[in-house]
T-cell receptor, first 113, second 113 residues
Framework: GESVGLHLPTLSVQEGDNSIINCAYS??????FIWYKQESGKGPQFIID?????DKRQGQRVTVLLNKTVKHLSLQIAATQPGDSAVYFC????????????FGAGTTVTVRA | EAGVAQSPRYKIIEKRQSVAFWCNPI?????LYWYQQILGQGPKLLIQ????????DSQLPKDRFSAERLKGVDSTLKIQPAKLEDSAVYLC???????????FGPGTRLTVL
């Protein structure tokens, strides 16, 4: 699969390979993180979330890893499909009693057939 | 279940003109958000409503932007007068309550010439 050690704005991946998208967050006090997928002309769509008391969470074909020591979050997509082509954003919650989401810059994933 | 509805989907205006956007959240959702998404960036929160009251408008440029949610359901966001840097996609999101998942609408793409 293809992976990105640091955040890069774009990622090109071969269909069927695994993708890894990285995100650095800013606030060490953030306790909740979400990955969103945004397709062209649509609003962001929830993919998976993770709380700060966890370091890994798995969904269907997606895994989120959280490293609080270096304030780093990653999204792994298994067996990438053409429908996975989109912009992916990580968001951190900076609120206490409610959600105040701060979004990262986003990574555009393009799947090659 | 119907999603968050927004209109218009596209709007082109000249600088110094006024513009208004409308959002209809998911039925029963108490919390409503307006975000601004400049091309190539993640969404930035402008204002958050809880029912018909404002929870957070700290990042709303109040000299030109205003928003209301008079009956605690639909909401409008207005810009008067518009500037070139207001060109962006304006996203509306809603959640059942303040610490629940946010669902995004498709956005209104504003171009200021």
């Amino acid at each position: 699969g293809e992976s990105v050690g640091l955040h890069l704005p774009t990622l090109s991946v071969q269909e069927g390979d695994n993708s890894i998208i990285n995100c650095a967050y800013s606030n060490s006090a953030s306790d909740y993180f979400i990955w969103y997928k945004q397709e062209s002309g649509k609003g962001p769509q929830f993919i998976i979330d993770i709380r700060s008391n966890m370091d890994k969470r798995q969904g269907q074909r997606v895994t989120v890893l959280l490293n609080k020591t270096v304030k780093h979050l990653s999204l792994q997509i298994a067996a990438t499909q053409p429908g996975d082509s989109a912009v992916y954003f990580c968001a951190e919650n900076q609120g206490s009693n409610d959600y105040k989401l701060s979004f990262g810059a986003g990574t555009t994933v393009t799947v090659r057939a | 279940e119907a999603g968050v509805a927004q209109s218009p989907r596209y709007k082109i205006i000249e600088k110094r003109q006024s513009v208004a956007f409308w959002c209809n959240p998911i039925s029963g959702h108490a919390t409503l958000y307006w975000y601004q998404q400049i091309l190539g960036q993640g969404p930035k929160l402008l204002i958050q409503f809880q029912n018909n009251g404002v929870v957070d408008d700290s990042q709303l440029p109040k000299d030109r932007f205003s928003a209301e949610r008079l009956k605690g359901v639909d909401s409008t966001l207005k810009i008067q007068p518009a500037k070139l840097e207001d060109s962006a996609v304006y996203l509306c999101a809603s959640s059942l309550d303040r610490s629940d998942e946010q669902f995004f609408g498709p956005g209104t793409r504003l171009t200021v010439l």
